[in-house]
């Protein structure tokens, strides 16, 4: 079964730091490009990073400079670092294939920053 688990979000304070994860199974991990999404409340979700098996990783404006993502392909896994966080940074965080497939999307983890 084709699925992916997102963990590490949680309460913190402006200027701090998160890790986020993604364990990925069921599916050749190494040759998708992955990302990671984000979901504020009223808003659409949007695509915050993004990271090729081949080319550099990429990252919206709204985030350059903050988070890094990056991956362990030995461990299917994809990481958001997510520094200096924001409180416009508070949304549910999702990890998913670029572009996404509508049958991996998880529950997500809450990211809620305070000011």
């Known amino acids: 079964q084709v699925q992916l688990v997102e963990s590490g979000g949680g309460l913190v304070q402006s200027g701090g730091s998160l890790r986020l994860s993604c364990a990925a199974s069921g599916i050749i991990f190494s040759i998708n490009p992955m990302g990671w999404y984000r979901q504020a409340p009223g808003k659409q979700r949007e695509l915050v990073a993004t990271?090729?098996?081949?080319?550099?990783?990429n990252y919206a404006d709204s985030v350059k400079g903050r988070f890094t993502i990056s991956r362990d392909n030995a461990k299917n896994t994809v990481y958001l670092q997510m520094n200096s966080l924001k409180p416009e940074d508070t949304a549910v965080y999702y990890c998913?294939?670029?572009?996404?497939?509508?049958?991996?999307w998880g529950q997500g983890t809450q990211v809620t920053v305070s000011s």
């Open positions: 998913n294939t670029v572009p996404p497939r509508g049958t991996l």
């Open positions: 990271i090729f098996s081949t080319v550099p990783t």
